[in-house]
């Protein structure tokens, strides 16, 4: 098998599991994987996580033209923009999360520092999140919104919408993004009772044991 095959099964598995944990739901979300050659591998528009498939996936070219598969994702405009703006990006995902979501509805988030620092898990897969504002699906305003980072975080919140995470591969991106809803579900949970978060010492531990992009 060729390592193209590999990570076209690798990302369809990966997005089932997401998908039948709940972490998102119907025709919602989308994935996508950096290819040996500089290409992309992206989830084809209107599909659903649970059922994937692998000889169907939109495949990009190192110039970014879709040279093969389905159409793809109309949230193109936030995947391309994590690839370009962050040179360790090897795969991106986006999910309509219900917890994640949820917190993002409640007043008093930190937008620069979506979610609280309850656990070490959280600062070190994900690091500081970006809520950024509404968009309606599909605008490339919320590229130009990521864009703006200027490369600074590997996770942003889209307000009433879901999470975007980058990571180094597939694996590691989902890995984050699923670290990020556990977090927001902690702190829904916790939300009102008093939960006492890492204090600033703690966390520049953790930051500086495990090296985590933080202040930026």
Request: net charge negative; hydrophobic share 40%.
């Amino acid at each position: 098998m060729s390592a193209e095959a590999r990570l076209r099964e690798q990302l369809c598995t990966l997005a089932k599991s997401l998908f039948d944990r709940g972490l998102t739901h119907g025709s919602t979300g989308n994935i996508s994987a950096r290819t040996e050659d500089g290409g992309l591998l992206v989830s084809p528009t209107g599909t659903s996580f649970g059922r994937l498939d692998p000889g169907r996936l939109a495949r990009f070219d190192a110039a970014g033209q879709h040279i093969d598969g389905d159409r793809p994702t109309k949230e193109m405009p936030l995947h391309t923009a994590f690839y370009d703006t962050r040179g360790t990006a090897g795969a991106v995902v986006h999910l309509h999360s219900c917890h994640s979501v949820a917190l993002s509805l409640l007043p008093g988030v930190d937008e620069d520092n979506f979610l609280p620092a309850y656990t070490p898990y959280g600062i070190m897969q994900v690091g500081r999140v970006k809520l950024l504002p509404f968009f309606v699906p599909g605008d490339p305003a919320m590229g130009q919104a990521v864009r703006g980072l200027a490369g600074k975080r590997s996770a942003v919140m889209l307000a009433n919408h879901g999470p975007v995470v980058a990571g180094k591969d597939v694996e590691a991106a989902c890995n984050a993004i699923e670290e990020l809803e556990a977090t927001a579900r902690l702190a829904l949970m916790t939300r009102g009772m008093g939960a006492e978060p890492l204090t600033g010492g703690q966390v520049r531990a953790v930051v500086n044991t495990f090296d985590v992009e933080w202040d930026t």
